[in-house]
């Protein structure tokens, strides 16, 4: 039994002071739903004051990136050791940052090995651009992205793959329930040739790409996706609190 998982990408949003209030909005709402795992991932000034304040509480924090050298002469970058020390997950791979910071393959596949011998939960972004999906690439692109990112990792125990269609990020456009539910379950065979059908059935693939309130159900009724990795909508607290709600509600009826 996978747990569900819903994370919130709260992109480059939010001041510190914005972020503790948008914490407050809807710490003890999401206390009472049981059975879901909850992650915010707010931008990196935010990550210890926001960790203070969930001291003692579920909630759990995500980074939205590090950069994979431990430490140095790197300006401007974060390490895995100071993620580590306040997060336990963190976004790699997202569209976003392979398109606009030109993250390739490569980098993304270094970073997720530092997180994970820095003992920090990778949510590892995949999904295809929307030329690819209309070429019909989509299955091709992500087996090749699992296969990128993943190389020379021995171990997949813990890691979370989000699998997000460019196409639908931020644009209000999402994928049906059953498009996602079906290329998640091609991840999930990917992942069973590459580390087994144990590993492959523990491991927890969610959806992301223009997820609320209005379309959340559609994809937790699917059994193939563990939950979701949510932009714009979690930075409303009603609507990150109505996800977490629904999918805590369908996922327990299974
Ligand atoms: C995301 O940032 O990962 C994302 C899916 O964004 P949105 O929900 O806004 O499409």
């Known amino acids: 039994m996978r747990t569900p998982l819903i994370a919130g990408n709260w992109k480059m949003n939010t001041t510190v002071d914005e972020a503790l209030e948008l914490v407050r909005a809807m710490k003890d709402e999401l206390e009472k739903i049981a059975e879901v795992e909850k ?3 707010p931008p990196f000034v935010s990550l210890a004051p926001v960790k203070e304040l969930l001291s003692g509480s579920a909630i759990k924090l995500g ?3 590090l950069f994979f050298a431990e430490k140095g002469a790197y300006t401007g970058e974060i390490s895995p050791l100071m993620v580590a020390d306040l997060c336990e997950y963190v976004i790699i791979g997202h569209s976003e940052r392979r398109q606009y910071f030109h993250e390739t393959g490569d980098v993304v596949n270094k970073k997720i090995v530092a997180a994970l011998q820095a003992d ?15 070429r019909e690439k ?4 992500v087996s090749e992205q699992v296969r990128a990112a993943l190389a020379g990792v021995k171990s997949v125990s813990g890691l979370v793959i989000a699998y997000e269609p460019v196409w639908a990020i931020g644009t209000g456009k999402s994928a049906t329930g059953e498009q996602a539910g079906e290329t998640i379950a091609f991840i999930r065979h990917n992942i069973a040739d590459l580390y087994g059908e144990g ?3 523990e491991m927890r693939i969610l959806y992301g790409g223009s997820v ?19 932009g714009g909508a979690s930075l409303k607290a009603g609507e990150f609190i109505n996800i977490v709600s629904q999918a805590s509600a369908i996922k327990s009826r299974k």
């Open 39 to 41: 992650v915010v991932c």
């Open 212 to 230: 609320s309130s209005a379309n959340a159900a559609e994809f937790m009724q699917q059994p193939e996706i563990d939950g979701a990795l949510v």
């Open 138 to 141: 989509t299955k091709s692109v």
């Open 199 to 201: 590993t492959a059935r």
């Open 120 to 134: 920090i939960i990778p949510i590892m972004c995949i999904g295809e651009s929307l030329e690819e999906n209309e």
């Open 63 to 65: 980074a939205q990136n």
